[in-house]
C-alpha cells in the first residue's frame, strides 16, 4: 500500500512557477515510477510527466521545456517544478505511483490566471 499527499498548489499569475511536492509513505518509494497528471474542468484526466525508479523521465509535449520532475527516495517525496505558467496548465493535479498497482494522491488545485 502507498499513500500520496500532495501540496504546493495555488493561485499563479501567467508566467510565474510553482512547485508541487507529494509526499509517500506506506511502501518501498524508491521502487516506484512515479507520476503528476492533471485533469482540467471538463477534461479528461493526463499525463504530465514521470519519473522511474532509475531516474529516467518523461514529459507531455505541452510542458517539455517548462516543468521538471524529480525524486528524492531519501524523503520518499516526488517533485514538480513548474515554470513559465499558462492559463492552460490551470487543473487539478495528482500523484501517482505505480509499480503493479496504482495508487493515486487525492490531488491539488492549480490555478493560472491571465
Known amino acids: 500500500q502507498v499513500q500520496l499527499v500532495e501540496s504546493g498548489g495555488g493561485l499563479v499569475q501567467a508566467g510565474g512557477s510553482l512547485r508541487l511536492s507529494c509526499a509517500a509513505s506506506?511502501?518501498?518509494?524508491?521502487?516506484?515510477?512515479m507520476g503528476w497528471y492533471r485533469q482540467a474542468p471538463g477534461k479528461q484526466r493526463e499525463l504530465v510527466a514521470t519519473?522511474?525508479?532509475?531516474?529516467?523521465?518523461n514529459y507531455a509535449d505541452s510542458v517539455k521545456g517548462r516543468f521538471t520532475i524529480s525524486r528524492d527516495n531519501a524523503k520518499k517525496t516526488v517533485y514538480l517544478q513548474m515554470n513559465s505558467l499558462k492559463p492552460e496548465d490551470t487543473a487539478v493535479y495528482y500523484c501517482?505511483?505505480?509499480?503493479?498497482?496504482?495508487?493515486w494522491g487525492k490531488g491539488t488545485l492549480v490555478t493560472v490566471s491571465s
Open positions: 501517482n505511483a505505480q509499480l503493479s498497482n496504482s495508487y
Open positions: 506506506g511502501s518501498i518509494f524508491r521502487i516506484y515510477t
Open positions: 519519473i522511474t525508479s532509475g531516474g529516467s523521465t
